[in-house]
């Protein structure tokens, strides 16, 4: 049940410990006697396990003094470094056939605490019998083990107090020992550690020279010897810098045909007196001072050799009895290699696993993960330098066909090699990261010239040479700017990834920087887009009212109904906000078809109510040129009378006049047949030809606010305006001015013959109720006067 060294090695330990057939004692005998009186059993016993028998230190209730090993239930427990609890011996495939279950003393129950020597074996248990079946609660179990350890406490007392030993005085052994797992359990340096317990060897075997070495091995398995400490007294002055050496890296001894490697082949010890006729003699460094004789003892870790100490120089020379002495110092040397070994194991093994989680495992570039956490440093120290950083995304052209028609080994290839060009492209504090794929990204440190990303593409251009195969393919990069584009480390990344697309639709092989203007209107476009539906859904959509009025006649002539939305977070939000946004979707028309019924709505009150207003909407340019305008009108009319119709009024914009020519004329057209008036918005901004002027079926011209406003400080703007004006009156059209803000503005326009205004100068738009109590209130005396001008 045990393998031959670790069992060698624990005979030993009991042998050094002289306790097998001894008479009873009564330190051990109180303890079995505590054991079978506390759990009530029938039999209580402090047994040692030998090569072939189980013998009896300490005895209750039972007469035999040993039995067999092959029988026994101790050999099981000190296999194990817990209680081996056996409940029912008679249920138990490993001992229902057992012939002490079977026969005399009839074991049913079974509890056995393994019992260490001094040097750590376990050389037998403290164990309780029983001949019915048992439980045992932890409490009961924390009773045997600290019984247990009494048995232990006196074994170690019995075993310091002789002097039964050659070579190693006890006490000083047993400091050494202290020494040693005091080291073990408080230090990190492990050459410190080693250095004190070989001192301690020197010390307590009197030798003159000395090393303890970690055991290791090739890949072939062959083991070599890798020296942790070693000592450095009377070394020649040549051999010092060698000595330093050993310090830093470590001595490797990889010979095993001389006296150091034999112990690594055999596990055995090696003792040599006369070394310098001893045929295994070799191996020394060059320079050491001479040796005369020598002891090698293996060190293990269970059945494993780790280690290696030498000793040399010993007046009187040695005996295979000494490292028996030593072994319990040897194994405490033994914990130290095989912390030292676990540590190193962890520490690879931790490293395998942030390499495995923070690099690529292709390339060995930073992976995503790692990019991030490089990116967000760089971003702080560019704050703290006022610095900027370049955020380079790279996806490569034409790398699929690669991997599809040389296969996935020639594609790794080319991503490896691509790597590697990109690192020679960038700078020392520069980062290059992959994605996956074939993307990568590149953070540049403060770049003043745009031929750095050029060079980037450059790299990637370049031909690559594999196994006979010359592969060519590009690579489209977007790029976006720190603090400009004043974004977190992921949505710099992004960004750069939008204008890497950007770089594709450009045609590949190229840069495009990134756009924030276009980023953020997209930005608002898609939020827009997203809440619309809700808001013509909710009825968050409201028209608001600026007055028009007639320089003519001196009245109101009626409103011009301008669109709203009351957002539930954003407060009221102007056309401006949203209109451009929906244009070209579907909410175009729907907003359109809104508006159109509102002002409707609007022109059936105000008729029921006897007020001749007139309302004008604006439509948008997509629903005005869409194919479903002329019937979403016709619906909207419904059987509204003539007079009703006549009073809606129609913007389109001059521009959208110029778009699609034969659309507008018959779309102008069909709202004529319909009745209803069409007014040419923002005219003078699209520069529409006379003709196209002439031929558009619109009863109404308005003029751009942007030539009205500053018309008397602007001689050119004047002269637009009054060129619209005179226009208007040659075909017959109606005017509107909008953008009046000042009494002088006012008299001028009427002065140069224009029929309608509006602007601040009258009112501001208003809600309805708000626009109704206005216009109640209005005089051609109080214009300029109102609370909203």
Known sequence: MTSSNIEKRRLAALNRLGILDTPPEERFERLTRIARQYYQVKIALFTIVDNERQWFKSRQ??????????????????????ILLVADAAEDPRFSKNPLVTGEPFIRFYA???????????????????????????????????????????LERAYLATTDHDYVHVSHLSRAIHRAQNVFLTSDNERAAFEQMLSDLLSLTGSQFGFIGEVLRHDNQIPYLKIGAITNIAWSPETQALYQEVERRGLIFDRLDNILGKPMVTGEVIVSNDLETDPRRGGLPSGHPPITAYIGIPVFSGDRQIGLIGLANRLGGYTARLAEELEPLLQTVGNLIERKRLYQEKREHQKSLEQAANFDALTGLPNRRRLTALFEQELFEAKQREGLVSVCFIDLDGFKEINDLHGHAVGDAVLKSIA??????????????RLGGDEFVAILRDVDDARVYARLLEAIRRPINYRHHILNLSASMGVTIYPDD????????????????AAKEAGKNTYTLFDLDSHFSRKERVKVIEQIGDAIRLGQLELYYQPKVSFTRHCLEGFEALIRWNHPVQGLLSPDYFLEHIEYTEYARSVGNFVIREAITRLQEFADSRLPYTVSVNLSPSHFLGPDFRDDLASALGDCPHDIRSNLILEILETTALDDTHRVLEN???CRDLGVDMSLDDFGTGYSSLDLFRRLPAQEIKIDRSFVMDMLDNNDNFMIVSAIVSLSQSFQRRLVAEGIESAPVEAKLME???????????????????ALEWASHFTWSTRANSPDS
């Open 752 to 770: 140069l013959g224009c029929e309608l205004g509006q602007g601040f100068f009258y009112s501001r738009p208003m809600p309805l109720e708000k």
């Open 668 to 670: 102008l057209q069909a």
């Open 61 to 82: 209730g039972l007469d035999t003094p040993e039995t067999p090993r092959s029988v026994a239930f101790c050999d099981y427990a000190i296999q194990q470094d817990k």
């Open 112 to 154: 056995g605490m393994p019992v260490r020597e001094p040097g750590g074996f376990k050389i037998g248990t403290l164990c309780i019998i029983d001949d019915k079946p048992r439980q045992l609660n932890e409490v009961d179990l924390d009773v045997l083990r600290s019984l247990a350890s009494i048995v232990e406490d006196e």
């Open 420 to 433: 590697q060009r990109l690192l020679s492209s960038i700078r020392a504090h520069d980062i290059v990261a």
């Open 486 to 501: 004043d974004a977190d480390a992921d949505l710099l990344i992004r960004h750069a990834d939008q204008a890497m697309y």
